[in-house]
Nanobody
Framework: QVQLVESGGGLVQAGGSLRLSCAAS????????MGWFRQAPGKEREFVAA????????NYVDSVKGRFTISRDNAKNTLYLQMNSLKPEDTAVYYC???????????????WGQGTQVTVSS
């Protein structure tokens, strides 16, 4: 079992930055692949970024490439998402997820956090 708790969301103006954190606890959580997903009102949950267990492999949705950076610190059991040059269309609830398989498909992840709201004003 893995428990995930996100933090770092908030309200920011367009062009600003935020860093999201996801604290993981539970057995072998540092050996799991992890991902960030987001869900805007009335829309399906969308893949944002993923990272493998070592941090050596990452993947991003095209709309955030060059603006967002996913990283992890296994010594602290924490996942991060650095978000720069934020746009109003980035507004959503952001979720972190974890499981053994490195994937961009939310159906592949068993463990989810409760989400943190990110709102970007124009």
């Amino acid at each position: 079992q893995v428990q995930l708790v996100e933090s770092g969301g908030g309200l920011v103006q367009a062009g600003g930055s935020l860093r999201l954190s996801c604290a993981a606890s539970g057995r072998a959580s540092s050996s799991y692949a992890m991902g960030w997903f987001r869900q805007a009102p009335g829309k399906e949950r969308e893949f944002v970024a993923a990272i493998n267990w070592s941090g050596g492999t990452t993947n991003y949705v095209d709309s955030v490439k060059g603006r967002f950076t996913i990283s992890r610190d296994n010594a602290k059991n924490t996942l991060y998402l650095q978000m720069n040059s934020l746009k109003p269309e980035d507004t959503a609830v952001y979720y972190c997820a974890a499981d053994r398989l490195y994937s961009g498909d939310p159906r592949e992840y068993r463990y989810w956090g409760q989400g943190t709201q990110v709102t970007v004003s124009s």
